[in-house]
């Protein structure tokens, strides 16, 4: 079992940066891949980023390639999404998400969800 508590999220103006934080209970952390979706209001939850378990591949949304980056501490237990150039599209709420593996993740074939975190862009 893995418990997800994501952190970071709030309100900025467009053009800023915001940094989240998902941490993530068990010893099973460092064997899962890792990612973030997000959900706007009326809309359906998306693919935002995935990282594997070693860290040594990522994935990105076209919507989110060079302005976000998704990175992740397996001592700490923690995986972050580095959110720069923030533009009022990226309202949602942000939710971090666990699984076997980077394909899964980026095919929503989730084994654990975050409640979420949100995270506002005022234009």
């Known amino acids: 079992q893995v418990q997800l508590v994501e952190s970071g999220g709030g309100l900025v103006q467009t053009g800023g940066s915001l940094r989240l934080s998902c941490a993530a209970s068990g010893r099973t952390f460092s064997t899962y891949a890792m990612g973030w979706f997000r959900q706007a209001p009326g809309k359906e939850r998306e693919f935002v980023a995935a990282i594997s378990w070693s860290g040594l591949s990522t994935y990105y949304a076209d919507s989110v390639k060079g302005r976000f980056t998704i990175s992740r501490d397996n001592a700490k237990n923690t995986v972050y999404l580095q959110m720069n150039s923030l533009k009022p599209e990226d309202t949602a709420v942000y939710h971090c998400?666990?699984?076997?593996?980077?394909?899964?993740?980026?095919?929503?074939?989730?084994?654990?969800w975050g409640q979420g975190t949100q995270v506002t862009v005022s234009s």
């Open positions: 998400a666990a699984a076997g593996s980077s394909v899964k993740i980026s095919t929503g074939a989730i084994d654990y």
